[in-house]
């Protein structure tokens, strides 16, 4: 089996991280008024290069900022849009665990004039010596929470200009961090794990959404953004059935999603949560086309407990079965902070987490391939 020396790689990971006590209780000050902007972003900055120096020496080639300038892996990002709007509300059973409540609404006409979060991809890249790796919710997330009944521009009354402009958005903002040297986009897409629930599937079709129409709608949202991105970009998509606090919010095969992801979608790698039976078997992975890469994620990041190395290794086996052992890589299932509280385990019991993924890669696909 061959090393993998671009994105994603053999050991990987989903993005997010712990914040350190420090980091937090610097932005209940900022909050608070009793510390500035600046001085906030000074211990971001110095929490950040704390975590990239955690995530080198951990091995992994692929390196994140832990998201530690966000609340949560995905509004901060899309109120970044011109005519998107974040407000903590949320729509209705099977959208939200109540932990991380909210929702983001269309003000206006969206757009991506100057780029979002650009500051913080060029700190990173400046600061790992490995591939920085930036992660943004995909363009799914801007509909999928809140639907039509967050939509209050008039002129999107077509959903066809609303996702129009959406992607229209998406497009800019990689075309931005191409010009800045990115080389590792991920898309972080919980919807096509969520529509595998009955309950997430009946309450989308509820509020007066075609489940079918949106798993199509979705995946040729990717397709259009892997057709945008430059040669130099590896894009890759992760999904999970929630993550917050250690929480959950679907649970069901991706029987239900398998044959439209995988025929639909092909991009430079699938991270796909497999860490419990909530996520069921190994057999929808048999509608992946040869040499689409699936990243297993198959240590969990929502409790402390560390996994047995044989059982990972039978786990990757039956994978194989359907997957190409060389078309496979591994990482957690999920983030460790998918929201700026945390899930429920240490730094050191996250650490212990990175390593085994590193330590399994290197025994699996070969000593020394995340050097």
């Not at 980091?23 to 001085?39: I, N, P, S, T, V």
């Not at 419990?276 to 198959?298: H, I, N």
Request: aromatic share 10%.
């Amino acid at each position: 089996m061959s090393q993998r020396n671009t994105p994603p790689y053999r050991a990987d990971h989903v993005g997010s991280l712990l914040r350190p006590q420090r980091l937090a209780e610097a932005r209940l000050a900022f909050q608070a008024g009793d510390l500035d902007g600046a001085d906030l972003r000074a211990v971001e900055d110095d929490c950040i290069q704390g975590a990239v120096r955690m995530q080198e020496a951990a091995g992994l080639k692929s390196i994140t900022d832990g998201e530690f300038r966000r609340t949560a892996w995905q509004w901060d990002f899309l109120s970044g849009f011109e005519g998107m709007e974040f407000r903590e509300q949320s729509f209705g059973p099977g959208f939200s665990s109540g932990r991380a409540p909210g929702t983001t609404f269309v003000t206006g006409q969206i757009s991506n004039p100057s780029g979002v979060m650009l500051d913080d991809f060029r700190f990173l890249q400046e600061t790992t010596t490995q591939t920085a790796k930036f992660c943004i919710p995909a363009p799914s997330l801007a509909y999928h929470r809140g639907g039509r009944g967050a939509i209050e521009a008039p002129a999107y009354d077509d959903l066809d200009l609303f996702w129009d402009d959406v992607l229209a958005a998406y497009e800019a903002q990689i075309e931005f961090l191409s010009e800045m040297g990115c080389t590792y986009l991920q898309l972080d897409d919980t919807t096509f794990a969520m529509l595998c629930d009955a309950k997430v599937r009946g309450a989308m079709t509820e509020r007066g959404d075609d489940v079918d129409d949106l798993i199509r709608r979705y995946a040729a949202n990717i397709q259009r953004l892997a057709a945008a991105k430059p040669d130099t970009m590896a894009l890759t998509v992760h999904m999970c059935r929630g993550n917050s606090q250690s929480s959950w919010i679907a649970e069901g095969g991706y029987e239900a999603v398998a044959e439209a992801l995988f025929s639909d979608v092909r991009v430079d790698g699938l991270f796909m949560e497999w860490d419990s039976d909530r996520a069921g078997d190994f057999e929808p992975l048999r509608f992946v086309p040869k040499g689409q890469v699936v990243v297993l994620g198959l240590i969990t990041s929502k409790f402390p407990e560390l996994e047995d190395s044989d059982d990972i290794k039978r786990r990757l086996d039956e994978a194989a079965r359907y997957v190409d052992m060389d078309d496979l890589c591994l990482s957690p299932q999920c983030g460790f902070a998918s929201t700026h509280h945390g899930n429920k385990l240490t730094e050191d019991e996250q650490r212990r987490k990175l390593d085994l993924v590193v330590e399994l890669a290197d025994d699996i696909w070969g000593r020394g391939i995340n050097s």
